[in-house]
């Protein structure tokens, strides 16, 4: 059982740095291999909370490697402070690994997304503001600048010479900004330098061998199956591959070493940002959700957008990902209910359909199908088996393993380590 992959199965914040953690401490590495600090992972052990960012939620278990990949977009001045933070309660991150050719997100990528964001107005994405998507832009563009770049001045001069050429015709013509120099940001970007060098490393090489060598290596993905740019919904996603196979690429790692692909899928759904967002609540249940399930982002303090359950989403993520489990998280939230709506299909221009529509004009119209199942009252936050909770929770967690297409192996029920239901090992 060498790799396995976990992942988003929905819109992301599923509780992926939950999950991650509770594996931390079993396995030998833990790997991003897409997004950038437009995640936010929240881990809780003991009384302590961390938001991780950029960072693996691997690095809090301290036999576990935590490897940034080749995938991944890295904004300097952020790992900087996300280690200070950590170092500062007593994290040791010394051993952390990052891939020389990880692209930067440099300080005009961070102002392109924000200006972008502002011109498109009302069709605007709702990006984190961090120059995910610019940064990715200027990678496919070939203008990207990498890690290893850092270690040739007159290389990376070059570099950024090209990669502001364009820009800064848009910024000062079209966007009404000062354009930016090449030497100021050469400058900053030379000033990471020193303070990277020691975590920089082929960890292409790094990992295959380990793999090997039959370590256990651990894919955290960021985002969610949704917000995937080939199979989210396009073009309110990000702008990389958080679907399973983002890791074979973001890594290096070749497809037959994943042995195991762990959809973490929250118990009900939520979004931050643009897009449509079939099951969404607009009444007091979705307030409900939104305040019970503490459903705030974690990088960018926005209200989620809350709404029940879709199995037609869990069914498309079981799909593109080849799941072969599901985490299911938060399903303590939803104590209180009398019953509990799961969307099961959608109704589309009045016709039923039962999986995910790939047209855009389709699923803008979709409008959930809802079976009642019924609710429980009894506090579940305590229950360490699948037979300590009540027959109604029970019930409620097979019907989802039903419709959604994999077998649902463990169920969170509250945002500690200890607070899992675990029903078949991961490992
Ligand atoms: P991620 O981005 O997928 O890692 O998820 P976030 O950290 O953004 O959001 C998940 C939130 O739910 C965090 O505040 C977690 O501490 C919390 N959480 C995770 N699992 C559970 C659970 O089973 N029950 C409850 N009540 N909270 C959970
Ligand atoms: P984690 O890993 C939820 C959303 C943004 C926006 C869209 C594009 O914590 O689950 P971007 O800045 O990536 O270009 O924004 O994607 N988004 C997330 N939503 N959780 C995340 O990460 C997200 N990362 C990006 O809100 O709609
Ligand atoms: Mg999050």
Request: hydrophobic letters at 35%.
């Amino acid at each position: 059982m060498p790799a396995l992959v976990l992942l988003g199965a929905q819109w992301g914040d599923e509780g992926k740095g939950k999950a991650t953690d509770l594996l931390g401490g079993s396995v030998d590495y833990v790997v991003r291999y897409q997004g950038g600090n437009n995640a936010g992972h929240t881990v809780v052990v003991g009384d302590q909370k961390y938001a991780l960012h950029l960072l693996p939620s691997g690095i809090l278990s301290p036999g576990c490697t935590p490897v940034i990949g080749n995938g991944v977009v890295v904004d300097p001045s952020v790992l900087f402070s996300e280690l200070n933070g950590l170092n500062d309660r007593g994290v040791d991150t010394s051993k952390l690994l990052i891939s020389g050719n990880a692209h930067i997100i440099t300080p005009y990528n961070v102002t392109v997304d924000k200006v972008t964001e502002r011109f498109l107005g009302k069709r605007k994405i709702g990006t984190t503001g961090r120059g995910i998507g610019p940064t990715y832009a200027d990678k496919i563009n070939r203008v990207g600048i990498r890690i290893q770049d850092l270690y040739d001045e007159s290389i990376l001069t070059q570099k950024v010479e090209a990669a502001l050429d364009g820009k800064n015709q848009l910024l000062t013509k079209v966007f009404n900004r000062r354009a930016i120099e090449v030497g100021q940001v050469v400058e900053e970007l030379l000033s990471y330098a020193d303070r990277l060098k020691p975590y920089v490393a082929d960890t292409v090489l790094v990992l295959n061998q380990a793999l090997e060598q039959d370590k256990v290596v651990l894919f955290e993905g960021g985002q969610g199956t949704l917000l995937d740019i080939d199979h989210g919904t396009y073009p309110f996603v990000t702008s990389s591959n958080p679907t399973a196979g983002g890791a074979c690429t973001g890594a290096g790692v070749g497809p037959t070493k994943i042995s195991r692909v762990i959809g973490i899928l929250k118990a009900y759904t939520t979004r931050v940002g643009s897009g449509p967002f079939p099951t969404e609540l607009f009444d007091e249940d979705g307030d409900a959700l939104r305040r019970i399930g503490g459903e705030r982002g974690v990088t960018t303090g926005r209200d989620r957008r809350c709404g029940w359950f879709d199995a037609v989403i869990a069914r498309y993520a079981t799909r593109v990902n080849g799941l072969t489990d599901f985490f299911l998280t938060k399903l303590d939230v939803l104590t209180g209910w009398e019953q509990i709506p799961v969307c099961v299909a959608y109704e589309i221009d009045g016709r039923r359909v039962e999986e995910l529509p790939y047209s855009q004009t389709d699923f803008h119209h979709a409008k959930p199908v809802y079976e009642y199942l019924p609710g429980w009252s009894e506090d579940i936050t305590k229950a360490k088996s699948f037979s300590d909770l009540p027959k109604n929770a029970q019930d409620y967690v097979k019907a989802l393993e039903e419709m959604s297409g994999a077998p649902i192996s463990a169920i969170g029920v509250g945002p500690g380590r200890d607070e899992t239901i675990e029903i078949n090992s991961f490992l």
